[in-house]
């Protein structure tokens, strides 16, 4: 019966900061929904039935305002890996639980690495600029770009993403570096073909391409900066699918305007998306995408019953499988 459903928050169906209509089907199998616009225009109606709270895109923002209005809150379920959007501890303080979605967000994003480094490296957005300018001869000495096979490629942070970025680059017969807290197994290693470097500097000094994976954490906040910028190759390629966070963008644009390294590609800003007057978005050799690594139809869909999984167990009380506990959060 639909009124026996436990009710779930989301922030709107469609629209910009909305689930897709057909993946709220699944949500609608298990929890009757409510906007986050229903639920302002009446919060003494609403307010005390919410047990979920469903998080698509940092939205609804998980804000003291908001929680305060949901006395009866037992789960904020968050879709994708990163949790540097919540206040755990606070959340946890108020009694709820918090749930990411680990696990099926990888594929997606290590493919969307993939994709920006060929990108990149290969200027594909300059060729396809060229070939719709009917008024610019072709030029393909300025389109000359950098071979990928065989090449050396970087990866900081080896975690679920990072290890799927180094099986895609097998492929290319890359050589893979990787720098991460804890070393790899060696079957794990063998497996890709992967090299454990302990100096994030050798890492740098000896990369074709860099690739960042980590986790925005305290010691990650402005990781790669003026120092490490200048260890790179000049004929280096920066591709950062972590965080903006991760990345000094100040020190970012001197390296790219002053050919410290050749190219950057990112998926991630700070903020997002940026100003229209920040200098990253006039440089030429920076390809920019919105935060897209977790947009395909089937991650999305996982995504979603990963959520309801473990917004469902919140709300019968039962272990949540996907819990982000506060030892985790400050690790």
């Known amino acids: 019966m639909e009124e026996d459903k436990p009710w779930a928050l989301v922030s709107e169906v469609e629209g910009e ?22 639920l302002f225009k009446n919060p003494a109606l609403y307010g005390p039935k919410i047990q979920a709270l469903l998080m698509w895109k940092y939205y609804p923002a998980a804000e003291p305002s908001l929680l305060r209005l949901l006395p009866s809150l037992k789960v904020v379920c968050s879709g994708g890996v990163g949790i540097d959007h919540l206040d755990v501890p606070f959340i946890n303080s108020l009694g709820v639980k918090v749930a990411n979605t680990p696990g099926v967000v990888s ?19 300059e060729g396809y600029q060229n070939a719709l300018d009917s008024l610019t001869p072709v030029k393909p000495q300025k389109l000359m770009g950098i071979e990928v096979t065989g090449s050396t490629l970087g990866i900081i942070g080896m975690g679920e993403i990072g290890y799927k970025i180094a099986q895609r680059s097998k492929g290319f017969d890359m050589k893979i570096l990787y720098y991460n807290r804890t070393k790899r197994s060696a079957e ?15 890492l740098l000094r000896l990369s074709d391409f860099v690739v960042i994976a980590v986790n925005l954490k305290p010691d990650t906040v402005g990781l790669i900066g003026y120092r490490e910028l200048s260890l790179m190759k000049p004929t280096a390629i920066l591709v950062n699918i972590s965080r903006g966070q991760v990345v000094d963008q100040d020190a970012l644009v001197e390296a790219l305007q002053s050919g410290t390294i050749h190219a950057a590609a990112l998926d991630v800003t700070h903020p997002e998306p940026l100003p229209r007057d920040h200098p990253l978005l006039g440089l030429p050799n920076v390809l920019i995408t919105p935060h897209i690594g977790i947009n395909t139809y089937n991650t999305a869909r996982r995504i979603v ?26 690790a």
């Open 188 to 202: 794990d290693e063998q497996a890709v073909g992967a090299s454990y470097c302990q100096s994030l500097h050798d």
């Open 305 to 330: 019953e990963k959520m309801v999984e473990n917004a469902l167990a919140a709300v019968k009380d039962l272990p949540v499988p996907n819990e982000v506990t506060l030892p985790n959060c400050q």
């Open 17 to 38: 900061q909305g689930h897709l209509e057909e993946l709220v089907d699944i949500v609608q199998q298990h929890f009757q929904i409510v906007c986050c616009k229903e």
């Open 107 to 125: 594929d997606s994003t290590a493919d969307l690495a993939m994709g920006l480094l060929l990108a990149s490296a290969r200027k594909i957005l």
